[in-house]
């Protein structure tokens, strides 16, 4: 856990098909056949000299340091390019091979500079140690000829530099670029002597496609790409293999510390969910944890227009139970409510919701799921009988078809994006079903066979269409449906596909994709071999967001395409544990492992575990909350780990609800727009300051390990269980292992799971049980979780937003690479440098008609509201259609959004909101009322501080 | 509660399953969802508009009938 280098093999791991037996230094070896010399020869701890391999790379065979010797053969070839063959007998070692290699390396050293005491990767640097490995004990060239000792740095991006006179040209950083992160950012300018690494057209990287992922600066065997960080603070002391605090992919980092201040992040290669790659948010944007503005005093006051005064724990817990119980005296048990972090852990979302059901004794509780994939849990547990993805994201490793729907991968969750591009570059048919057109459509060496651009507000329309091409041209998978999946629901749902008003050509006036494109589009899913689907929020987040993760689960079940591996229903999930914190029981009608709240065996297992007796009600959703506290029966509020008034729909109304109620506690890293409304303030924890796991979207079960103790003086499991002891309901864990131990004891699907299982396996797969000891990569795979597959007819209707003269765009919002959803987080770090405001996306037909250019002040309005963004027109953007992002308080996005939701479970419909656009000259009038309140807000907190 | 809201959603739910051929285990399937998702505070708000505005609530008549039809299981302690 602790190991800061780890073994590199020098060239990536074959599939174990056939096995192949040699000799290297007269050691026997057995590798899989297609198996390197360097790679078997490390496999028995002979590691050969190398500069230009390593094993996240195919090999190159550039450096000539790794020439080898073998039997009956002529000349010196390269280990890294050459396979091991059954009787090889391979010498590492030879006074020739010495020759070569210490040649070699001194034409590489003749033109570097010798500055290794003050090199920021001394004692970390591969061209160091090669030096010493193959003996260079001179130079004989002298600095008198031509060199690229002078080269000039390119310090542009915020987070690594580039030191052209350190570069060898292994060309690494290249094949990074291009193999792993797949955004064939780097190039090598020029030829021989004249190499160098090119960003670009030789630009400065920021002004370059590189996208900041780190895969090149991780690779660089020199300090050529350095962290700007390690040149900062030097090299770490330790190494705690941790996991990802942003999106739902849930990257496994070694978090590099010196005491406990952390130098760098780098991907874990071990990691199963992103093989030692990264973005810019996880490698680099983790500066938030100690920012300035991190509030580490708990804080009471009366009244939101009371300063804040800062006191101890003791007295902000107490302070926050007695206004609850006094609440709850006065206006009933069920007029106090809370909401689960998705950015907590597991242990932390378990620790919430129980304190709400024992503690609080009612089920007000919900998470952002709410507000992001409800619809998912909702639609997958109605077919295929578990409210969660099919797939690990190895999977896509073996797709034939990739279908995307309603996500933008390359900027939500891009380290996955990065494995689809590979698949895609490797022959793999890509189809992208968006309004918008994503970088996926066109991208480097990655294109779409079909993008069906459709208008947003008709994904049902579009899937039945897609049904209706594989009923009706005979492209179902009998077979299987006849073996799988309930048969009656079957036939009424193949009946309701079938009708003319399905077809690709009715449905094309309704969501504008040609009829064609549909048909091609379907009948590419269904006969070109496992076919995966992979959706987004663009999805869930319409009024009809259930009836498409419904249509989805049809058609894949139609078609075969679940239950092995390359096929599947993914959904790609926003927060890092959104899917734990649905797994923990965080919905009102859910106990931990989805079992309904109204089932008494369930209810029955946790009433004798947590010695209460449980409501057999489901609670209030968070909208429901709201309402309720307007309506004045809900009137206190414990919210960890949300930002409620930037994140949710309708801005206003949750400002009416908060304001309404008498107390709000809020626990958080920072003073956020929702804990500006807040009475009592709790400070919070970042991924760092506590031990747990979180919940990919693929349902892996991740360690998350204290790297620094909490800044403020406890974890978060350690505040929630300080708050319930001071309510009356004792908690007393020792260690988030003995909550994980109470989920396991409770949760079938989790039975399996304990810290110590994770320490050794790395990571797993839920449902982790006696069936499955070491977890499931892939479900459904014998049978669906609810016995026979259900069809359900998913009937389209257009949604209430409608377009209209006063209103005639349609809004649809989404994210951005560099931030992170309301940005709390990267918004405090120098991703501020890639993005630093909301833009409005509009075509340049809707924005010429307007009379605006790109960059004016754009005015938006729709029936919920108004604010005011910098235009950026784009062909990105289909006519009648505008687009922007949330990570920015002022922006107000949310501002606009209604509070129009999915029919099945309240997930608002960002994606569809009807809207003016104006060019206007100054900010919206919400705007202004924000910023007076939000520096009323800032003086209270300044005089708690004073 | 906001009882047009609540009505809204509720006809939101009953437009789902009103493409049901069978039309008893739809009306069954809309309250069951109703049941086993809401509040017990937004059913008797709902009920209780029912009960002052019969036939004039503002509900879609599958979704009147699924409510009439399966009261007894929405009804729950507010």
Known sequence: ?946 | MNVDKLIRMANQIGSFFEAMPDRPQALQDIALHIQRSWDPRMRAALLAELDSRPGTEGLTPIVGEAVRTHRKSLEGSP
């Not at chain 1, 109204?598 to 968070?622: C, H, K, M, N, Y």
């Not at chain 1, 956020?672 to 919070?684: I, M």
């Open chain 1, 1 to 946: 856990m602790n190991q800061l280098v780890d073994i590199d093999y020098g060239t990536p791991a074959k599939p174990a098909a056939e096995q192949v037996s040699l000799e290297i230094d007269g050691v026997a070896v057995s590798v899989a056949a297609g198996t390197s010399l360097m790679r078997a020869a490390m496999q028995v701890g002979i590691a050969i000299p190398k500069l230009c391999a390593t094993d996240s790379l195919e090999p190159f065979g550039s450096c000539r340091l790794c020439l080898v010797e073998i039997e009956g053969r002529r000349g010196t070839p390269s280990s890294c390019t050459t396979p091991a063959e059954a009787g090889m007998r391979v010498r590492t070692q030879s006074p020739r091979l010495a020759a070569l290699r210490r040649g070699v390396m001194e034409l590489y050293i003749s033109d570097h500079p010798l500055d290794c005491l003050t090199c920021a990767a001394n004692g970390n640097c591969e061209l160091q140690t090669m030096a010493g490995v193959v003996g260079l004990r001179e130079v004989r060239y002298g600095d008198a000829g031509a060199n690229h000792l002078d080269a000039a740095k390119d310090e542009s991006n915020p987070y690594f530099t580039y030191d052209p006179a350190k570069c060898i040209v292994c060309n690494r950083c290249v094949r990074a670029c291009e193999e792993i992160q797949g955004s064939f950012a780097l190039t090598i300018d020029g030829r021989g002597f004249a190499s160098r690494v090119s960003p670009g057209q030789m630009q400065p990287f920021m002004q370059s496609e590189c996208v900041s992922c780190g895969a090149c600066v991780q690779a660089c065997p020199t300090a050529t790409l350095m962290e700007k960080s390690v040149i900062e603070k030097g090299q770490a002391e330790r190494a705690v293999i941790t996991t990802c605090a942003y999106c739902g992919v849930g990257c496994s980092f070694k978090a590099e510390v010196k005491g406990n201040e952390v130098v760098r992040m780098l991907p874990y290669k071990g990691g199963q969910a992103n093989e030692g790659h990264s973005c810019v948010k996880g490698r680099f944007a983790w500066g938030y944890a100690t920012h300035a503005d991190r509030i580490l005093s708990p804080m009471i006051r009366q009244t939101i227009s009371d300063p804040w005064r800062e006191v101890g724990w003791d007295e902000a817990l107490a302070y926050a139970a007695g206004e609850f119980r006094r609440i709850q005296a006065e206006y009933g048990r069920n007029s106090i409510g809370g909401v689960v972090s998705s950015r907590c852990t597991n242990e932390e979302a378990y620790l919430v919701q129980k304190m709400i059901r024992a503690a609080f004794g009612n089920n007000n509780v919900d998470t952002c799921a709410r507000v992001c994939h409800s619809p998912t849990g909702y639609g997958l547990k109605q077919t295929l009988g578990e409210a969660a993805g099919t797939q690990a994201f190895k999977s896509i490793e073996k797709s034939d078809v990739i279908m995307v729907i309603g996500a933008n991968p390359t900027d939500g969750h891009p380290v996955f994006a990065s494995r689809l591009k590979r698949r895609v570059r490797q022959g793999a048919k890509l189809i992208v079903i968006d309004p918008r057109r994503i970088d996926l459509v066109a991208g480097p060496h990655v294109y779409a066979q079909h993008h069906l651009k459709l208008r947003p507000g008709t994904n049902v329309a579009v899937m039945n269409a897609l049904a209706h091409v594989v009923v009706t041209e005979g492209r179902l998978a009998e077979q299987f449906v006849q073996a799988r999946c309930d048969t009656d629901s079957f036939e009424q749902w193949r009946q309701f596909v079938a009708r003319p008003e399905n077809s690709p050509e009715a449905t094309a006036a309704v969501t504008g994709v040609p009829a064609e494109e549909v048909r091609a589009a379907a009948r590419l899913y269904a006969t070109g071999g496992n076919g995966a689907i992979y959706y987004g929020l663009g999805v869930t987040e319409h009024s009809q967001g259930s009836t498409t993760v419904i249509a989805i689960a049809n058609l894949a079940m139609a078609t075969a395409n679940v239950g092995r591996e390359g096929v599947g229903v993914n959904p790609l999930r926003g927060q890092n544990n959104v899917q734990g914190s649905c797994d923990m029981g965080s919905f009102p009608h859910e106990l931990p492992g989805y079992r309904h709240i109204s089932d008494g065996a369930t209810r029955a297992l946790f009433e004798q575990r947590w010695g209460v007796t449980l409501q057999a009600e489901p609670g209030l959703r968070i909208p429901n909350m709201l309402d309720a506290a307007v309506d004045g029966s809900f009137k206190g509020f414990y919210c960890q780990g949300e930002d409620i008034v930037q994140s949710d729909p309708n801005t206003q109304h949750v400002v009416a609800a908060l304001e309404a109620m008498q107390c709000v506690v809020v626990q958080d890293l920072f003073l956020t727009e929702t804990a500006n409304y807040a009475h009592v303030f709790l400070p919070g924890s970042s991924f760092l300051e506590k031990d747990g796991t979180f919940t990919n979207a693929e349902r892996r079960i991740a360690p998350v390990r204290k790297v620094m103790p909490p800044k403020a003086g406890k974890a978060d499991w350690e505040v929630t269980m300080a708050l319930s002891n001071a309510l009356g309901y004792p908690m007393r864990y020792r260690h988030p292992a003995e909550i994980m131990a109470e989920i396991a004891a409770l949760t079938p699907s989790f039975a399996g799971v304990t810290h110590e299982r994770l320490d050794t396996l790395g990571s797993i797969q839920w449902p982790c049980n006696a069936q499955a000891p070491d977890g499931t990569p892939t479900m459904h795979v014998d049978g669906f979780v609810r016995g026979k597959g259900r069809f359900l007819i998913t009937q389209y209707l257009p949604t209430d937003e409608k377009v209209t003269r006063r209103f005639p765009l349609l809004l649809t919002t989404g994210r951005i690479l560099s931030q992170y959803n309301v940005g709390t987080q990267t918004r405090r770090t120098e991703n501020l440098r890639f993005h630093d405001q909301d833009l409005l996306e509009i075509h340049p037909h809707d924005a010429e008609a307007r009379g605006i250019a790109d960059g004016d002040c754009a005015g938006i309005e729709s029936r919920a509201g108004s604010t005011v963004l910098r235009a950026q027109v784009t062909e990105r953007m289909q006519p009648g259609v505008v687009y922007t992002t949330f990570h920015f308080p002022e922006s107000g996005a949310n501002v606009i959004t209604t509070d129009n939701s999915d029919w099945a479970t309240n997930c608002p419909e960002y994606k569809v909101t009807a809207v003016e656009v104006s060019r206007v000259a100054q900010p919206s009038t919400w705007q202004k009322a924000r910023q007076r309140f939000t520096d009323q807000q800032l003086a209270l907190l300044v005089r708690a501080r004073s």
